[in-house]
């Protein structure tokens, strides 16, 4: 399980650092950036200083592949402590099991693995 899930992981860090986006009528064009001094933030991300430029590229093409989520929420989880790739995975789990991104990411803080946190939301077996 532990193979595919770095594979799986792998796979999706790759094509969430590409800045093309695939649009609705599948024309494929290239993702604008926002430059992070100029994006409306809320009182979560105000002033941060992991706001830069290389960052908000992750986090803007992250937002792209989840529709149902800001780039503002996914950069005030990043400042607040939150590795991409386990946001990359949070949002992943919502998409598959419906349990809320923002949950998994508290329930990661007090020190529980994925492979615990996905036991305890029944995703996998133990």
Known sequence: MKKYRF???FIFLLTACFPIVETP?????ELTITDPAEMSTNSDTDNLECLNSEMSVLGKNIAAQ???VSFEQIM???CN??????ILIALQTEKVTGQP?????EMLVTDLT???IWQSIGYIDE
């Open 76 to 78: 005030t989880w990043f």
């Open 81 to 86: 402590g939150a590795e991409f790739e386990d």
């Open 66 to 68: 989840f529709e149902y």
């Open 114 to 116: 994925w492979d615990e």
């Open 7 to 9: 594979l799986f992981l």
């Open 25 to 29: 009528d599948n024309e494929i064009q």
């Open 101 to 105: 991104a923002q949950g998994l990411l």
